[in-house]
């Protein structure tokens, strides 16, 4: 199921595929044809002692020439199978990058970001060598055995067909090893992802660890996982080790046993053609020699499926965020926000919100407060839908969430997080946030409207200033005032405040207080805050406890 899934990329490079397998067949036929030329040789010339020039130099030349254009063909064939596996890779990676895209955040909760990381990077590299080696290897290995098979009929049908009996033996072979390499290589890939996982998770904490100098638990806890790759990847090298070239040499030696006695006895009631006995071990060494190749491609056919099984799980993943319902477009026009009875479990076991209701008129700021893990954060994920509600609704402008298309939604509202991320790139960038139609001036606008210009002005960059990922170069209140530019540049018309100011200092805090008041002139805004000087101007004041609004003021 997994390799037929993986071939059906193929499908739109059927013409390119059909080039490649052709210019394929025509290398291996060249191939082929040498031994039948050296065969004629030794048995009309060289065994009658007939030394003719013309003849012998027809022959010569003849051999040369197909040697050479067997070179040439599979470097050509070679270049276009390796670039139609670069165009597939593409195209996978991209499908898996966009359908992170579109997952919802339930599927984020609960995904280490290493595994996903792994997913994108080192599975698809994995799947990588399907396409660029294995596929052809085996095309190329079956036409050259199929070729050699048919070589075989023509020099002597009897011998060929006790050749045949080698076949079950080499499939079983193969079988054995596709079994018992399966359960290797799942191993494999899962501490791959493990290791990932824990370099992801130290280098983004890396401050954290060392201010709880965590450095020898964690060096432990990753040596142990690279121990654990070590012996995974041992027991893929034993298995490899007996079960590839060696059990094929073997079977090797056994065909070779077979054809030497069959000409012994051969010889013992008549003649025995020399040429014919050369072409015969000749395409018997190149017989084994493609199955030396498939079952050493077989290791990474394995690594590239179960890398594909893990790749398809992400393409498969149902938890997509919550999406437009219906065919009727609608437009945030005021900004109205109401929650009607809105109840909503992140695990469909326990309520963090329980029949939650309020409304809020455009222009007003409303400000949920109570302690942690009361609801608050998750009412403003709702409103972001993030998440879809277990039970109720939400309304914008009396229109249901649900009815928004993703565009309309994310255009007219902007959330800044207590803990901004700022990427890797300029001031300007971060604030524009891929927003290409955003011109500088606006960029300039917002930062000066929430008085982040100040300090950017300072940097010897201004606006062009590289900042490194996660804003490490800049303090905490920096980096807070670029994800207020970041949320006012595009003019939503809802506006989610959670937590926004934790990381101000007081002198900062008054100055955004005062943006904040002209922020709020015409957009409805949502404030999440512990800090009375962020809330009090605050038209309605909700306080949460246990996933309940108890107190409106």
Known sequence: MVVRRLLGYLQSHRKALSGAFSILLLATVADLAGPILVKKFIDEYLTPGIMEARPLIYLGSLYLALQIVAVILNYIQLLAFNRIALEVIKEIRIQVFSKVQQLGMQFFDQTPVGWIVSRITNDTQ??????????????????????????FFILDRRLALYCLLLLPLLICLIQVYRYFSSIVYRTIRRLVSNINTKVNETLQNMSLVQAFRQEASLHQEF???NNDLYSATMREIRL???????????????????????FGLEGIGGTVKIGVLYAFTNYLGRFFEPINMIMM???QLQQSVVAAERVFAVLDEERLAP??????????????VEFRNVTFSYDNITDVLRDVSFVVQPGQTVALVGHTGSGKSTTANLLMRFYSVSQGQIFIDGVPLGSFSDGELRRNLAQVLQEPFL????VAENIRFHNAHLSAEKIAEAAALVQADVFINRLAGGYEEIISERGATLSSGQRQLLSYARAIVAKPKILILDEATASVDTETEEAIQNALRRMRQGRTTLVIAHRLSTIQDADIILVFRKGRIVRTR
């Open 297 to 299: 491609k077989l290791s």
């Open 240 to 262: 490899e080790s007996l079960l590839l070239r060696p059990a094929v040499d073997l079977l090797y030696l056994l065909a070779l046993l077979l054809v030497l006695s069959y």
């Open 126 to 151: 994995a799947i990588k060598e399907l396409y660029v080696s294995t596929l052809s290897t085996f095309v190329q290995s079956i036409v050259f055995l199929a070729g050699t098979f048919v070589a």
């Open 223 to 225: 040596a142990q996982v």
């Open 423 to 426: 990427f890797y790139g300029s």
């Open 323 to 336: 999406a437009k319902e219906g065919d009727e477009e609608h437009i945030i026009q005021a900004g109205a």
